[in-house]
């Protein structure tokens, strides 16, 4: 994907995203469009992962974005999140048919996904999770401003 789609993209999702808010938009650190850098499985760096997915958070909202550079185009799907009291998980919660099994084969989700959260701050976040399998993945973010 061109650096040029990368700006309009992010462009796009921060109009959209700032257009409603909850609290007056504040959610801390969880707020905005996270761009996912990379992706470690079981500690080693995941080469196939070509950096085109993007979680974005708005209020109780989650997203998941992958953009195809074939057409330009994407796909999504939604979620509520909510973190833990102790700010040591978040969990989304899909519902019914919003369900994306295969929105990417990097993030596989499922109908209940609880990361713990490993560093979130302002500009990174990093998630972990060990799916059912003990296959664990490591999620590397950084926010888009």
């Known amino acids: 994907m061109t650096l040029k789609l990368h700006i309009i993209l992010a462009v796009a999702v921060l109009i959209t995203l700032s257009s409603c808010t909850h609290n007056d938009g504040d959610i801390g650190h969880w707020f905005g469009l996270w761009h996912l850098d990379s992706i470690e499985i079981n500690g080693t760096p995941d080469a196939n992962y070509d950096g085109n ?13 992958t953009v195809d550079d074939a057409n330009h185009g994407y796909i999504e799907s939604f979620a509520l999140w909510q973190e833990s009291e102790d700010h040591q998980s978040m969990t989304l919660s899909f519902v019914d048919d919003q369900f994306p099994p295969h929105i990417t084969p990097f993030v596989p ?16 976040m990093i998630l972990k999770h060990t799916n059912s399998e003990g296959i664990t993945r490591t999620y590397h973010l950084t926010c888009w401003e």
Request: proline residues 0%.
């Open 53 to 65: 997915t993007y979680f974005m958070f708005q209020g109780k909202v989650f997203c998941i974005r």
């Open 109 to 124: 989700l499922e109908t209940v996904t609880t990361f713990t959260v490993i560093s979130l701050n302002h500009k990174i």
